[in-house]
């Protein structure tokens, strides 16, 4: 007996539904009933048991292969047109981190309070909710109490509480203690595994109805015909070979429509820049370039009698070994985790940096190397690696929150509070207050959750950011200014600047010709407390089938060579901390870029840094990718 594939399951129950010839799909419209969920086809039981059919067809195709929709249509246009499936949802949330599962937990609550139910699902390119997250990371609670007031009774993987605040200047051989700015100290806030919380906010989603599909990437957003509403997404297709044709595997991704759609990709999302670009919604219009920042981090763990640790320690530290043009610094959490001694440390360094042979990777390295930090690592073990953009911007680069069809949460909007380095309370809230506008509006029928922005006007997540609006743009002056200006903004006027600093450049745009810079030299790895790239890849759990085409396609293929190696001396070998990118020669001596795509720990440097943006970072299949469930 032949068993049948998830989407051919899904084909009787849905067929009817389907677009049979464009990725633009209409979506009839549907009724939200106040007794009673969204009547499709799909109920709740043939969504559960299409769920489990959808995670048998991924465990038995773990390595699956890269693509993007565009290339597909131009290399298969002699294939059969792709037929898809179509499940329906009064709410579909893309991604699966802090803001989307706070955003997934609140509508459902709304829902039991009013005595309505909805239909909502949380859609995940990680192997599993939390293998893609990746922060410090020290939460602050004010969310979480607010979203779940008997916390205290719940399992919520809280680790160590923060005891220790810890500032400093570093130079290359001392350093200076600094006074620690009102906004960042930790007191009452908790050293967590951001993995480990996801993993929870999903159980506690799951457990109010929601449904959430690990292992599917969003490729493309559906619009109406017209182009001017969201309608929902399509995921990636299976089964694609590494020259653009159809194995014997394939699979057409299934579209999720939603009457309104939540974007939570994090930061740089791939559907989300599309959001952003479409001249319909005018999302940025009248609001700078978002900035963002790179951020290393490792998990080490210590022996138990370890005179370095110090339990429930929050250390901070800028100057060294960052250049004093350039925004950034370290951190490093002192915890425990199941009983083991652990520390987590990592530096960020903007985005905007000078020097296109600068590498944060290395940078982090050299660091460890101070000799103030230099016994923290000397009796402990490296356990853990990986790394992510962080965005920036803050208040000044906010764009408008929503548009017909969705809205904008978490780090996809720039939610991030920079000078307290945390955006883990300031995303659920982000999310929490989306859910109640998202709510609003299917409630009254409406098209936009307009009042999404009022929401987030009167709310203390407004006040926050727009209180540190200044900190992260003042450092566009430099280290020194940046330091000064800072504390007189932070300590002395309490953010109540009658000013208001933009940061108005986009950071690729500030990367120098080669020709203009002295290129910087790293030490060798010793192995034991600094290590190549290559070795701390292997901690991260990264994984991508070989055989198959790159998620990381460059618009123009001549320019890596013509321009980014010519010109600025190959950036992306430096800036990428998984060495994805490698400029080889052949025998004849001519360069050419090498992508090594399943290297990728889809951090996004690339589609941020790149000189010319000739750099387009699109989803791989779902599951592939990184597993940070410790990080």
Same mark, same amino acid.
């Given at each position: 007996?032949?068993?049948?594939?998830?989407?051919?399951?899904?084909?009787?129950?849905?067929?009817?539904?389907?677009?049979?010839?464009?990725?633009?799909?209409?979506?009839?419209?549907?009724?939200?009933?106040?007794?009673?969920?969204?009547?499709?086809?799909?109920?709740?039981?043939? @969504?559960?048991?299409?769920?489990?059919?959808?995670?048998?067809?991924?465990?038995?195709?773990?390595?699956?292969?890269?693509?993007?929709?565009?290339?597909?249509?131009? %290399?298969?246009?002699?294939?059969?047109?792709?037929?898809?499936?179509?499940?329906?949802?009064?709410?579909?949330?893309?991604?699966?981190?802090?803001?989307?599962?706070?955003?997934?937990?609140?509508?459902?609550?709304?829902?039991?309070?009013?005595?309505?139910?909805?239909?909502?699902?949380?859609?995940?390119?990680?192997?599993?909710?939390?293998?893609?997250?990746?922060?410090?990371?020290?939460?602050?609670?004010?969310?979480?109490?607010?979203?779940?007031?008997?916390?205290?009774?719940?399992?919520?993987?809280?680790?160590?509480?923060?005891?220790?605040?810890?500032?400093?200047?570093?130079?290359?051989?001392?350093?200076?203690?600094?006074?620690?700015?009102?906004?960042?100290?930790?007191?009452?806030?908790?050293?967590?595994?951001?993995?480990?919380?996801? @993993?929870?906010?999903?159980?506690?989603? %799951?457990?109010?109805?929601?449904?959430?599909?690990?292992?599917?990437?969003?490729?493309?957003?559906?619009?109406?015909?017209?182009?001017?509403?969201?309608?929902?997404?399509?995921?990636?297709?299976?089964?694609?070979?590494?020259?653009?044709?159809?194995?014997?595997?394939?699979?057409?991704?299934?579209?999720?429509?939603?009457?309104?759609?939540?974007?939570?990709?994090?930061?740089?999302?791939?559907?989300?820049?599309?959001?952003?670009?479409?001249?319909?919604?005018?999302?940025? %219009?009248?609001?700078?370039?978002?900035?963002?920042?790179?951020?290393?981090?490792?998990?080490?763990?210590?022996?138990?009698?370890?005179?370095?640790?110090?339990?429930?320690?929050?250390?901070?530290?800028?100057?060294?070994?960052?250049?004093?043009?350039?925004?950034?610094?370290?951190?490093?959490?002192?915890?425990?985790?199941?009983?083991?001694?652990?520390?987590?440390?990592?530096?960020?360094?903007?985005?905007?940096?000078?020097?296109?042979?600068?590498?944060?990777?290395?940078?982090?390295?050299?660091?460890?190397?101070?000799?103030?930090?230099?016994?923290?690592?000397?009796?402990?073990?490296?356990?853990?690696?990986?790394?992510?953009?962080?965005?920036?911007?803050?208040?000044?680069?906010?764009?408008?929150?929503?548009?017909?069809?969705?809205?904008?949460?978490?780090?996809?909007?720039?939610?991030?509070?920079?000078?307290?380095?945390?955006?883990?309370?300031?995303?659920?809230?982000?999310?929490?207050?989306?859910?109640?506008?998202?709510?609003?509006?299917?409630?009254?029928?409406?098209?936009?959750?307009?009042?999404?922005?009022?929401?987030?006007?009167?709310?203390?997540?407004?006040?926050?950011?727009?209180?540190?609006?200044?900190?992260?743009?003042?450092?566009?002056?430099?280290?020194?200014?940046?330091?000064?200006?800072?504390?007189?903004?932070?300590?002395?006027?309490?953010?109540?600047?009658?000013?208001?600093?933009?940061?108005?450049?986009?950071?690729?745009?500030?990367?120098?010709?080669?020709?203009?810079?002295?290129?910087?030299?790293?030490?060798?790895?010793?192995?034991?407390?600094?290590?190549?790239?290559?070795?701390?890849?292997?901690?991260?759990?990264?994984?991508?089938?070989?055989?198959?085409?790159?998620?990381?396609?460059?618009?123009?293929?001549?320019?890596?060579?013509?321009?980014?190696?010519?010109?600025?001396?190959?950036? %992306?070998?430096?800036?990428?901390?998984?060495?994805?990118?490698?400029?080889?020669?052949?025998?004849?001596?001519?360069?050419?870029?090498?992508?090594?795509?399943?290297?990728?720990?889809?951090?996004?440097?690339?589609?941020?840094?790149?000189?010319?943006?000739?750099?387009?970072?699109?989803?791989?299949?779902?599951?592939?990718?990184?597993?940070?469930?410790?990080?």
């Amino acid at each position: 007996m032949k068993k049948l594939s998830a989407n051919t399951a899904v084909k009787g129950l849905l067929a009817k539904h389907a677009n049979k010839s464009s990725l633009k799909a209409c979506c009839p419209k549907v009724i939200f009933n106040q007794q009673q969920s969204l009547k499709t086809n799909n109920n709740n039981c043939s @969504k559960r048991w299409i769920h489990q059919q959808l995670i048998n067809n991924q465990q038995r195709n773990q390595k699956r292969n890269f693509t993007s929709n565009i290339k597909l249509l131009e %290399e298969t246009a002699e294939e059969e047109p792709i037929e898809r499936e179509v499940m329906e949802y009064d709410v579909v949330i893309i991604g699966a981190g802090p803001a989307g599962l706070s955003s997934a937990i609140r509508l459902k609550q709304l829902a039991l309070e009013s005595g309505k139910d909805i239909s909502v699902c949380v859609l995940e390119k990680g192997q599993e909710v939390g293998s893609h997250l990746l922060s410090g990371a020290c939460l602050e609670l004010r969310s979480l109490k607010e979203l779940f007031p008997n916390y205290q009774e719940l399992d919520v993987p809280l680790y160590t509480e923060a005891t220790t605040d810890r500032m400093l200047f570093l130079t290359e051989t001392s350093s200076i203690p600094l006074p620690t700015l009102p906004e960042m100290h930790n007191r009452g806030n908790y050293i967590i595994s951001i993995g480990q919380f996801g @993993k929870w906010l999903a159980k506690e989603a %799951e457990a109010l109805g929601v449904d959430i599909f690990s292992g599917f990437a969003a490729d493309k957003i559906v619009y109406n015909e017209t182009g001017d509403k969201v309608l929902g997404i399509i995921t990636k297709d299976v089964g694609i070979g590494k020259d653009g044709k159809r194995k014997d595997n394939f699979e057409p991704g299934i579209q999720l429509i939603g009457r309104q759609t939540i974007f939570a990709e994090g930061s740089r999302g791939s559907l989300s820049k599309t959001l952003y670009a479409n001249d319909k919604f005018k999302l940025r %219009e009248g609001v700078p370039d978002q900035t963002y920042a790179l951020g290393v981090k490792e998990v080490w763990e210590l022996p138990d009698n370890d005179p370095n640790f110090e339990k429930g320690l929050i250390m901070h530290t800028i100057g060294w070994p960052l250049d004093h043009q350039t925004y950034g610094g370290t951190f490093m959490y002192h915890y425990q985790a199941n009983g083991t001694n652990r520390i987590s440390v990592g530096l960020v360094s903007a985005l905007d940096y000078k020097n296109p042979t600068m590498s944060p990777y290395n940078e982090f390295q050299r660091y460890k190397l101070h000799p103030k930090m230099k016994k923290y690592f000397e009796n402990g073990k490296c356990i853990a690696y990986g790394a992510r953009t962080l965005v920036e911007g803050g208040y000044q680069c906010l764009p408008k929150l929503s548009f017909p069809g969705g809205i904008l949460i978490g780090d996809t909007a720039g939610f991030l509070n920079v000078p307290k380095i945390k955006g883990i309370h300031t995303a659920m809230k982000s999310g929490m207050l989306g859910a109640e506008a998202v709510f609003e509006a299917l409630n009254k029928d409406d098209e936009e959750a307009k009042t999404y922005t009022e929401r987030f006007k009167s709310s203390w997540l407004h006040s926050e950011l727009y209180r540190e609006r200044n900190i992260r743009a003042y450092f566009k002056y430099g280290l020194i200014p940046g330091i000064v200006l800072s504390g007189l903004d932070s300590m002395i006027l309490r953010g109540k600047t009658p000013w208001t600093v933009k940061l108005d450049h986009s950071d690729n745009k500030e990367t120098l010709p080669i020709n203009q810079v002295k290129k910087i030299e790293y030490p060798k790895p010793d192995g034991k407390i600094t290590f190549d790239i290559l070795t701390n890849l292997s901690r991260s759990g990264t994984n991508h089938n070989h055989d198959q085409p790159s998620h990381l396609r460059l618009i123009d293929p001549t320019i890596p060579v013509k321009v980014n190696l010519n010109v600025y001396g190959g950036p %992306e070998q430096y800036f990428c901390p998984a060495r994805v990118y490698e400029y080889l020669q052949d025998e004849q001596g001519k360069y050419r870029l090498q992508i090594n795509a399943q290297n990728c720990l889809h951090c996004k440097a690339c589609d941020i840094k790149d000189p010319t943006q000739n750099i387009n970072w699109t989803v791989p299949e779902g599951s592939g990718g990184p597993s940070y469930l410790i990080m």
